[in-house]
């Protein structure tokens, strides 16, 4: 096993790994609200980890700027979706865990 | 280098199960929106992660179309339930909200 490989493995473990912490977080936690605040950064941060260690093991140019446009991709849509969703969750009044003492939302 | 590659997977199945269990469970409609969207997400994980294996690079070009596709379809449940609630037509959803 060469420095190389053991980087890529290193790469993919961590975002693996940062993967299954959000899922737990998307399981664990008591609301829509804080459930996508879990889930979203932190998976879009894991798959970034994975694109790179992938991009480093193939070593071409094309196959590498096709992961950067997927990177790209989901670091655009991940925060639009997210909002989309939380905003029309809020207008659905989906209830929230009650330990909530603020919502800017709902003072406008 | 193929034990660290299994053991990925292996974490990330065991990251989809959870995901899953989610889907199932979740209270709203939104939970489910985006329970299923991380599951695409885990889904395009494992597909690089299998097209490093089986070094198969052509399968790069398949995960960013699911990448798209999944982006538009909860674009477009968010705007569907944002829209129903506003005209006031909550019924059609039943209970799920």
Do not use: C
């Not at chain 1, 932190?42 to 070593?59: D, E, K, N, Q, R």
């Not at chain 2, 299923?36 to 299998?50: G, K, M, N």
């Not at chain 2, 968010?78 to 209970?95: A, F, M, N, P, W």
């Amino acid at each position: 096993m060469n420095l190389t490989n053991l980087v890529i493995g290193i790469l993919l473990l961590i975002g693996a790994l940062i993967m299954l912490l959000s899922s737990v977080g998307l399981l664990r936690f008591g609301d829509v609200f804080l459930r996508m605040h879990a889930s979203t950064k932190a998976s879009t941060l894991g798959i970034g980890f994975i694109m790179v260690g992938v991009a480093l093991y193939f070593g071409d140019a094309l196959l590498t700027i096709k992961l950067i446009a997927l990177a790209v991709i989901y670091f655009f849509t991940a925060p639009i979706g997210a909002q989309v969703l939380a905003s029309a969750a809020h207008i659905a009044r989906v209830p929230m865990v009650k330990e909530t003492w603020i919502d800017e939302l709902n003072e406008r | 280098m193929t034990t660290i590659l299994m053991l990925v997977q292996l974490v990330l199945l065991l990251s989809l199960v959870l995901v899953t269990v989610r889907l199932l469970r979740g209270p709203s409609l939104v939970d489910r929106a985006v329970a299923s969207d991380q599951l695409a997400l885990r889904v395009v994980a494992l597909i690089v992660v299998h097209s490093m294996e089986s070094d198969q690079p052509f399968l790069i070009d398949l995960v960013i179309v699911t990448a798209i596709v999944g982006f538009l379809s909860l674009a477009v449940i968010g705007i569907y339930i944002e829209r129903i609630v506003r005209s006031k037509k909550q019924d059609e959803l039943g209970d799920v909200l």
